[in-house]
């Protein structure tokens, strides 16, 4: 395979990489380097070398697919080394990307010119890992401990610009003229000659780490790799060289081998595969979506409407009464506003935002939008009024899409003379902040509709998932399954807050009890004091409806910060006492196999009855809607993780029905 080619322009040495699409660092591009470098290194009439990429981007890493598989070709470090100890000049000629083991290759070259557009990075904690071929060691040479230690420790790929201004990038060269810029700088630097950054000397103070650590403290909460990145950047400040890189490489390998790792590189490709709908053309035509309608200023229907603002989309807002409209309009400024003074946007594009959004009173301000979201109260009947008014004032090819979360697509499309056009689009609260898009496939959407409500879900910044018609699709109707027993286990004895620390520990960031306080708990009740028929009902009667008034299962202070409540505590108490139930000690143990392993159970349940496309995007589902720890890799990558046959043993122990195809599992 040849993926390296090279060239001389007269005295100066061009190694192209040419490895679409990401120029990764696959096996036989590290031979390439070798071979070309070797090449150019021997030959008296080289007296520079250029190293550059061809396609889109310069190396943005290694090759992931790699990883966990025998090693093939030259060791990275090697070539590395090598290019490193050249005794004539290289120049890094960067464009697109420069990440991960990318960006380790420009390091070792002795200088680096990129083009304006270009960004330079090490991403490798999103992985779960670190830089594992001399990033951490070299990168704290060149732009000190505190820029390494961010870069390495968040993994936020830097600008052309300001790698410049913090000596990353040493040369701009023009955005159409990187190659010939990139020879001229070279041969420049023939009398300067060679800049062995292993050399150079670590500036900077390690007082950075502990600020990161600090800053970051919630953020990192049960991640590995963030602080074993640190570990690393602070060994470069105490040990040679050649140590620093053994102790960066013991880190890497013990990262590789661990669970975590697995799981976050597992997850880069699932949410990549989720963007793909099983039997579609790649270039199956999309309709335009040009102008959105949101039906809805709660909310939803603000948070979703700033998701097209945000992208330069018109977005027209109808609500049924002027207050509301105006309350709704009203927060989506405030919102853009506070964005603002976080310096995430300037004033005039707050006022560019809102200058494309029109509010109106009337359904028939709608006709002329290509995408229709419906964001109105959950009910089936006021959902099948809407959708049937719709029918008759959209123009003909508008999708017409529900946010409901757990309401039959195909029902409300048969509202309609046009159920092809209808799909489900729900969004996750904040809806303007969660990544998940579940797109809901009915059983009469047109192919072009549902593939066009995935690209528009990636457009506006969300990793969309396609669903089947469900109660509940697949994130909710999952997390049902947790609810109820957790409910079970207050009857027998565990108390709220043990409950939830079980789950915040496993990394959610909440727990169910937590979740149900935010989400009020009065909602769907019957609204009877007097008919006490389940411990909801108990704290409801009690005027306890969760974070909105201060009292659910916790208490909350008025920053609605939640304690224990020794009132709700006595109400679950009072409630238990007319079960037939006593009072006993509940094992953390107890607690995830009775409220995580249904969740397993009912992930499997959807893969047979053919609601997700793949395991895959249950987890992704999971991880970008509800915040499952990603480094558990979701509950279906957990689930393996965790061993089949002991998540069977016990759902079967605790009388729940298990999947078929998960018992064929295990
Ligand atoms: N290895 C293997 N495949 C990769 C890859 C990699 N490093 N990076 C991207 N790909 C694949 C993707 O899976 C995708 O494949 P598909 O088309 O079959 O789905 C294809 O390349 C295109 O990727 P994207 O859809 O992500 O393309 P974008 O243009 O949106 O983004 C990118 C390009 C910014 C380079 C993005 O792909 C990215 O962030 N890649 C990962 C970068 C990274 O993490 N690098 C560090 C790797 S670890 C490392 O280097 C260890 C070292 O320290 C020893």
Same mark, same amino acid.
């Given at each position: 395979m040849q993926s390296v080619s090279t060239q001389l322009i007269d005295d100066v040495f061009v190694v192209v990489v040419d490895n679409?699409?990401?120029?990764?660092?696959?096996w036989h591009v590290r031979q390439g380097l070798h071979d070309g470098f070797g090449q150019g290194l021997a +030959?008296?009439?080289? =007296?520079a070398i250029v190293l550059r990429c061809a396609g889109s981007t310069f190396i943005a890493g290694?090759?992931?697919? @790699?990883?966990?598989k025998p090693p093939q070709g030259p060791d990275f470090n090697a070539v590395l080394n090598m290019i490193e100890a050249s005794d004539k000049p290289v120049v890094a000629a960067i464009h697109g990307t420069a990440l991960g083991g990318g960006l380790e290759t420009a390091l070792v070259c002795h200088y680096r010119i990129a083009v304006p557009s270009a960004k330079l990075g090490v991403p490798e904690v999103k992985l779960?890992?670190?830089?594992?071929?001399g990033g951490t060691q070299r990168l704290p040479r060149v732009v000190g401990v505190e820029a390494a230690a961010t870069m390495c420790s968040l993994g936020e790929p830097v600008p052309a610009p300001k790698a410049e201004a913090m000596g990353l990038v040493d040369r701009m060269a023009g955005e159409n003229s990187l190659a010939e810029d990139a020879i001229a700088y070279a041969r420049e630097l023939i009398a300067a000659g060679p800049r062995p950054t292993r050399e150079r000397s670590v500036t900077g103070d390690i007082a950075a780490i502990e600020q990161l650590k600090a800053a970051n403290a919630r953020k990192w909460r049960g991640f590995e790799a963030p602080y074993a990145n640190l570990a690393c950047v602070e060994a470069a400040t105490h040990l040679p060289f050649d140590e620093g890189l053994k102790f960066e490489r013991a880190e890497f390998l013990k990262l590789m081998g661990g669970s975590q790792s697995a799981a976050q590189r597992y997850m880069f490709f699932a949410e990549r595969q989720a963007a793909k709908i099983d039997?579609?053309? =790649?270039?199956l035509p999309l309709r335009d979506v040009k102008k959105v309608g949101v039906i809805g200023a709660g909310t939803m229907g603000g948070g979703i409407s700033m998701n097209f603002l945000a992208k330069d989309i018109p977005v027209t807002i109808v609500e049924m009464v002027q207050e509301n409209l105006d309350r709704g309009v009203g927060v989506i400024r405030k919102n853009y506003e506070a964005s603002a003074v976080k310096g995430r946007f300037t004033a005039e594009q707050v006022e560019g935002m809102m200058g494309l959004l029109t509010s109106s009173? $009337?359904?028939?301000?709608?006709? &002329?939008?290509d995408l229709v979201i419906e964001a109105v109260y959950e009910s089936m009947d006021v959902k099948k009024e809407v959708f049937g008014k719709l029918d008759t004032i959209c123009k003909p090819g508008a999708i017409l899409a529900s946010n409901t979360s757990y309401l039959n697509i195909d029902e409300i499309a048969a $509202?309609? $003379?046009?159920?092809?056009d209808v799909v489900g689009m729900h969004f996750f609260s904040p809806a303007n902040v969660m990544k998940l898009l579940e797109v809901v496939r009915g059983e009469k959407t047109a192919d072009d509709v549902l593939a066009t409500a995935m690209a528009v879900g990636k457009k506006i910044g969300k990793v969309a998932v396609v669903a089947g018609v469900c109660?509940?699709?697949?994130g909710n109707r999952m997390l049902s399954t947790r609810q109820q027993p957790a409910m079970q286990l207050l009857l027998e004895g565990a108390t709220p807050a043990q409950i939830d620390k079980v789950h915040t520990d496993f990394?959610?960031?909440?727990g169910p009890f937590q979740m149900s306080d935010l989400a009020g708990? &009065?909602?769907?009740?019957? #609204? +009877?004091?007097? #008919?006490? @028929? $389940?411990i909801r009902d108990a704290l409801c009667a009690a005027g #306890?409806?969760?974070?909105k008034n201060r009292k659910g299962f916790y208490d909350y202070d008025e920053k609605r910060v939640g304690t224990p409540s020794d009132e709700a505590l006595s109400i679950i108490e009072e409630f238990r006492a007319t079960s037939n139930l006593s009072k006993r000690e509940i094992s953390d143990q107890e607690i995830v196999e009775r409220t995580l392993y249904p969740m397993v159970n009912e992930g499997y349940k959807i893969l047979e009855e053919g609601k997700?496309? #793949?395991a895959s995007d249950i987890d992704v589902v999971w991880i970008y809607?509800?915040?499952?720890?990603i480094y558990r890799g979701g509950p279906m990558f957990w689930g393996d993780l965790e061993g089949t046959g002991k998540i069977v043993e016990a759902l079967e122990r605790n009388g729940v029905k298990v999947a078929e195809s998960l018992k064929a599992k295990a």
């Open positions: 679409p699409p990401v120029n990764a660092l696959s +030959d008296p009439a080289v =007296k290694a090759d992931i697919t @790699e990883f966990g779960g890992l670190l830089p594992g071929a039997g579609f053309p =790649k270039d009173l $009337s359904l028939d301000d709608l006709a &002329d939008c $509202s309609t $003379s046009r159920p092809q109660h509940g699709f697949i990394g959610m960031p909440m708990l &009065d909602i769907g009740w019957h #609204r +009877d004091p007097a #008919r006490v @028929e $389940s #306890r409806f969760g974070q997700a496309q #793949r809607g509800y915040g499952w720890p």
